[in-house]
């Protein structure tokens, strides 16, 4: 199933990652109302609307600033490069449980959207102020260095970050290994697209 490269078709239809896509059953169908409220937000901050992983991101500057999206339990706004956001308000969790850094508002009523929302435009300003000063997030010490393209890309996509987590240390340094091998940030995004589907099968990345 292709996955959608326009913006609108999320709002829309989904995100064609699953085949309940363009169905009533897609976890975007019960929390619309609340994701436009996000993606109203995001527009009205001057953020360019693209889509990376399959959802609506928003960048500034040339950096991905915010990412949405939505499961059946809850929908979420996900800010990237959250190692640089000071969460003066207490409100950020963490895509999984080994996240090493919390990154995502999590709603589960779509007023909740509104009352936060005063919150999740001092956040977003923050980012689109350190894209403008160019400013980096600080690294997290590990025992392979984990590429700010992975990181992001796990803060992007919960599915994906549980996923990883859950591996072994051994399959999780084969993917490390493997991204740190790219020299280009577009390469390493590529290769985390391709490996998706083996780490949600819990593979590593030389496993078939």
Known sequence: MAMITDADDFFTQGCGRCDRF???DCSTRPWIEGLNALRA??????????VKWAHPCYTHAGR?????????????????????????????ETPGPNSPTPSLIRFTAVDQVE????V??????????????????????????????????????????????ALTPGRQR??????????QPATRFARIEKFRDKILAGKGALER
């Not at 084969?174 to 020299?183: C, D, G, H, I, V």
């Open 174 to 183: 084969s993917y490390l290994f493997a991204l740190n091998q790219a020299k």
């Open 120 to 165: 999740i435009r001092a956040y977003l300003r923050q980012l689109m102020e350190h894209a403008e000063a160019g400013t980096q997030p600080p690294k997290v010490d590990r025992e392979i260095d984990m590429p700010a393209e992975l990181i992001e890309a796990l803060d992007a996509d919960p599915d994906l970050a549980e996923a990883f987590h």
């Open 41 to 50: 937000l995001c527009l009205a901050e001057g953020l360019e609307e693209t």
């Open 22 to 24: 363009a169905t009533p």
């Open 64 to 92: 991905n600033i915010a990412i949405i999206g939505a499961l059946r339990n809850d929908f979420r706004l996900g800010f990237l490069n959250a190692g640089l956001l000071v969460d003066s308000e207490g409100v950020l």
């Open 115 to 118: 009352a936060k929302a005063p």
